[in-house]
């Protein structure tokens, strides 16, 4: 299983910005991104499988940027122009197959998150 360390985490004014990484044992095939707010369901915000193919979800797309680079097995979420609600704990995960949307499957690997919190 693939072990994933997240990073950059942090606390930030509406309107800026933060960069997380994660550190992954090996690369998979299909990286990304999730989070979960109190109270809510976890949901994807953007993956990008082996060949650089991104998926964002509507509320991320234009403001979230997902990128990877496989040779220091390190997956990014560039976050700018952050809103209150983007307030969650933010999950890096690794599996087999990027699905429509910002689904991962096939053996999927998960960091312990780390927080991101937005204030006005």
């Known amino acids: 299983q693939v072990q994933l360390v997240e990073s950059g985490g942090g606390s930030v004014q509406v309107g800026g910005s933060l960069r997380l990484s994660c550190a992954a044992s090996?690369?998979?095939?299909?990286m990304g991104w999730f989070r979960q707010a109190p109270g809510k369901e976890r949901e994807g915000v953007a993956t990008?499988?082996?060949?650089?193919?991104?998926r964002y979800s509507d509320s991320v797309k234009g403001r979230f940027t997902v990128s990877r680079d496989n040779d220091k097995n390190t997956l990014y979420l560039q976050m700018n122009s952050l809103r209150l609600e983007d307030t969650a704990m933010y999950y890096c995960?690794?599996?087999?197959?990027?699905?429509?949307?910002?689904?991962?499957?096939?053996?999927?690997?998960w960091g312990q998150g780390t927080r991101v919190t937005v204030y006005s």
């Open positions: 995960a690794a599996g087999l197959f990027c699905l429509p949307g910002t689904s991962i499957a096939g053996s999927t690997s």
């Open positions: 090996r690369r998979g095939s299909c």
């Open positions: 990008v499988d082996i060949t650089g193919r991104t």
